[in-house]
């Protein structure tokens, strides 16, 4: 989060916004940089210490499961029947599945965060000035994206007289599937997205990491890397800081959601007036094949806690968001807070532009306690603006390419005895592939060992699960 006129997390626009609309104060137990996981180990620190947890505890990432599984959480699903306004509903009945990942003998132990629909489906980012500069079209195809990169490494793209950029940026700390700067479609290009569970022959879930496809994609990006065309610090990256290598100027290629036009990629114009960026349709395998991550509608969850007295004053704050905010009415027409997120021109006009709001923008809805305020899932291109058009176009003209994960249950048993062994073990192969410390054809090793060590065992109980679903 970043802060301006002087605010803090607990005294700022949207938490005097929540006292004086809502009458909440919004008050926090503790707060910790969310970096190298630290948050999820202090959640998991304070439940072995069996310390008091927040009444309300919005959370991401896998941690949500021990969290409802500690039994200090109460059951939603009765509250949300209950306070839950028709909008917030209505949005919710989009994809009743939101609800699986946290249900435990058909109860449900946290609301899901709605998110956008596309919301982390990658385009490609490309410097539109460097193609220019080298006489380059952009690449429709993984041997053109090699060729572009080849000469965004070495010919001088931003014409310095020095051998100070590379072809494309990526993080792999987090995978090789997470929500920017990855390359799950370099996979998607040879028949399958890593890291999630994807329809397969037979109708059957199979996990993408262990598809035969992944080899030739790992392959790939060991000789990328071996030419210079990935930056060697790749593996110690996650998202933000890969993007940022795009951003600051150091790559020509990023993979990402169309929302990286406002951030990072807004905050380029500041450093180079010069740069031009567009966005490009992901480019197909050796034999067309093209896929890449699809957005799930859930991001994240809400749990409330067992010992709040008056738990329907979440829903109060979380309805006026879906009434009013989610649906773009009202006060939130234009965005959260005038002179923070949107600020009227002098010509009476309605601009999120950075450079137009004194002290620059900031983003209001990271304030929230749900991350974003509130969305709707089909909402997500209700207020395109023109010069977004194009983008969006590109996104939905590849619609088709979107995979989402199709396992949304919560984990299995195997999972939780022996799938971070198994994330360990797909983690530390692919980067020892990519790297050279290892031969491409050592995959195949791996996916034995994966099936071994409880991958095959796990597959037939998510199977179990989907032919309960579907």
């Not at 392959?219 to 990328?224: D, P, R, S």
């Not at 990072?264 to 890449?292: C, F, H, Q, W």
């Not at 704050?317 to 965005?335: I, M, P, T």
């Not at 199709?406 to 198994?422: I, N, V």
């Amino acid at each position: 989060m970043t802060f301006k006129n002087g605010e803090t997390l607990e005294d700022n626009v949207h938490t005097r916004w929540a006292k004086e609309r809502l009458g909440i104060d919004i008050r926090y137990l503790w707060t910790i940089p969310n970096q190298n996981h630290s948050f999820d180990t202090k959640l998991r620190l304070e439940l072995a210490a069996g310390r008091r947890l927040p009444d309300v505890l919005p959370v991401r990432g896998e941690v949500v499961h021990e969290l409802v599984d500690s039994g200090q959480f109460m059951e939603v699903g009765g509250l949300f029947e209950r306070y839950a306004s028709d909008s917030w509903k209505k949005a919710m009945d989009t994809d009743p599945s939101v609800w699986n990942p946290y249900m435990r003998n058909g109860k449900k132990y946290a609301i899901p965060i709605l998110d956008y629909e596309y919301s982390s489906d990658p385009v490609l980012w490309i410097r539109e000035d460097w193609l220019k500069r080298l006489n380059l079209k952009a690449p429709e195809t993984m041997d053109e994206l090699t060729d572009v990169m080849q000469a965004f490494t070495n010919g001088d793209p931003d014409g310095n007289q020095t051998k100070d950029t590379y072809g494309l940026a990526v993080g792999f700390k987090n995978g090789m599937n997470s929500w920017m700067a990855d390359c799950n479609w370099i996979f998607g290009g040879f028949g399958s997205v890593p890291g999630q569970w994807n329809v397969g022959v037979g109708g059957r879930l199979e996990y993408g990491s262990v598809d035969p496809g992944a080899e030739s994609a790992l392959a790939l990006l060991q000789k990328w890397m071996n030419e210079g065309y990935i930056s060697r610090e790749a593996e110690w990256f996650d998202e933000v800081r890969a993007a940022e290598q795009f951003a600051s100027g150091k790559a020509g290629i990023v993979a990402g959601p169309i929302w990286m036009k406002y951030w990072p990629l807004g905050e380029m114009k500041t450093r180079n007036k010069d740069a031009v960026i567009s966005a490009y349709k992901i480019p197909s395998g050796p034999d067309g094949k093209v896929a890449r991550r699809g957005s799930l509608l859930n991001n994240g969850a809400v749990l409330i806690n067992k010992d709040m007295k008056h738990p329907e004053l979440f829903f109060t704050y979380q309805n006026y968001l879906f009434d009013h905010y989610a649906l773009h009415s009202g006060e939130f027409k234009y965005g959260f807070a005038e002179g923070y997120d949107w600020v009227r021109t002098p010509e009476g006009q309605k601009s999120t532009n950075p450079s137009d709001i004194p002290g620059g923008y900031v983003r209001v809805a990271a304030y929230t306690l749900t991350f974003d305020g509130a969305r709707i899932p089909e909402a997500w291109n209700k207020n395109v603006v023109p010069e977004d058009v194009p983008i969006h176009e590109v996104l939905l003209s590849q619609a088709g390419a979107s995979k989402k994960d199709m396992f949304r249950g919560a984990p299995t048993d195997t999972m939780g005895l022996k799938g971070e062994l198994l994330k360990k073990l797909e983690k530390e192969t692919f980067i020892q592939i990519i790297y050279s410390r290892l031969p491409a054809a050592s995959f195949r090793e791996f996916t034995r060992s994966w099936r071994q060590l409880g991958g095959e065992q796990i597959t037939e109980e998510v199977n179990q699960w989907y032919d309960e679903v579907k």
